[in-house]
């Protein structure tokens, strides 16, 4: 593993980054923190009962919040606040935005939309768990309140973009446009070193990941590309394999090493997807396509998508650009059936 920390190479490609003034660097450094904290009581999750279970309140997305995902929500926010950098959070564990109220944060030039806990139905079964974020420069006057226009930008505005997954080890993966890097922690010394330098996705794979519970209720177009996965066929290395942790970051994080692609399409339950797009899909997004790989809700660019709200949900397709555009022609096929 290469002896370079996190922080030598924020500090050694911070002038890669156009807005070089040492702001993202900042950003990135109070992210870092926060993963160091948050991954301290993952890792204990299973002893530190006073952890775990649910608070019992529901959050905006109708889920049980669970102890460890208000406790990571606040250990980011906290980061963030104290930088002066950062204007405002919109955090998947709070209905409206936070716009911080002193002076120095509201100089600051940029906002964050993070998921500080994906996957956490996960946490007492001892499955990786992510935090997932995106950074954007704002939009509204700086010297005043985060305004809801800073956080409704399109991924293409996305500055930096990156996920922690708390795993058999712990890694944070980050990109701010030039490729993508991921850091292993090594927890003796509380140190990300670089161990991942521009990581890129393979252009195909042999792993689909959907949760195959929902097969019926999805799109044909979708239903039709699984049994594709499916079918016999040596020639082009099929069936593939179905891997579905459940938690996106984990499958992401294979899927972006060895080659794959994951699908959360629409379904009854969840009729415009269930993933939220401005802390999950498009900072995956932005990763992915820094990588090499694609990210589409079917049909469109995720990153080009013009969000309306906060919390708004997408169908998302992400991962090895061959099988993404395998999918998004399946989609096609059935909705424009060749005569
Ligand atoms: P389902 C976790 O709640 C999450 O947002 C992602 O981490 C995960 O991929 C997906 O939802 C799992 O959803 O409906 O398959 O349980």
Redesign the pocket.
């Given at each position: 593993m290469s002896s370079i920390t996190l922080g030598e190479f924020i500090i050694e490609n911070q002038n890669d980054f156009k807005y070089a003034t040492g702001e993202l660097s900042r950003i990135l450094s109070s992210i870092r923190l926060a993963a160091k904290i948050v991954q301290r009581e993952v890792n204990k999750a299973g002893l530190a009962q006073h952890i775990l279970g649910a608070v019992g309140d529901i959050n905006v997305q109708g889920?049980e919040q669970q102890k460890l995902d208000v406790y990571a929500d606040n250990v980011f926010l906290k980061a963030l606040a104290n930088r002066g950098v950062v204007c405002g959070v919109a955090s998947e564990e709070n209905e409206d935005y936070i716009a911080f109220n002193n002076q120095e944060a509201m100089d600051g030039n940029y906002v964050v939309t993070m998921d500080p806990l994906?996957?956490?139905?996960n946490i007492d079964v001892n499955v990786s768990i992510g935090t997932i974020f995106s950074v954007y420069r704002r939009i509204s006057k700086p010297g005043t309140p985060a305004q809801l226009e800073d956080f409704l930008q399109p991924g293409t505005e996305q500055v930096a973009a990156g996920y922690v997954v708390y795993g058999s080890s712990t890694m944070l993966v980050y990109t701010t446009g030039n490729g993508v890097h991921g850091f292993t922690f090594d927890p003796s010394i509380g140190v990300f070193y670089l161990s991942h330098p521009n990581m890129k996705s393979p252009q195909d794979g042999k792993i689909f990941s959907m949760?195959e519970g929902?097969f019926h209720h999805a799109p044909k177009g979708v239903r039709e590309y699984i049994k594709y996965c499916q079918e016999i066929d040596p020639a082009s290395n099929r069936p593939l394999s179905a891997r579905y942790i459940?938690?996106?970051?984990a499958?992401f994080h294979r899927n972006l090493i060895k080659g794959g692609v994951y699908i959360?399409p629409q379904t009854p339950k969840s009729p415009t997807g269930?993933?939220r797009l401005l802390y999950?899909c498009n900072p995956l997004a932005f990763l992915i396509e820094q990588a090499g790989g694609k990210a589409s809700d079917g049909k469109n660019r995720i990153m080009e998508i013009k969000p309306t709200e906060l919390h708004q949900r997408v169908p998302f397709i992400v991962g090895s650009t061959k099988m993404v555009e395998k999918v998004e022609e399946f989609i096609k096929q059935v909705e424009t059936p060749t005569t």
């Open positions: 889920e994906d996957g956490s139905s949760n929902n459940g938690s996106l970051v499958d959360y269930k993933l999950e």
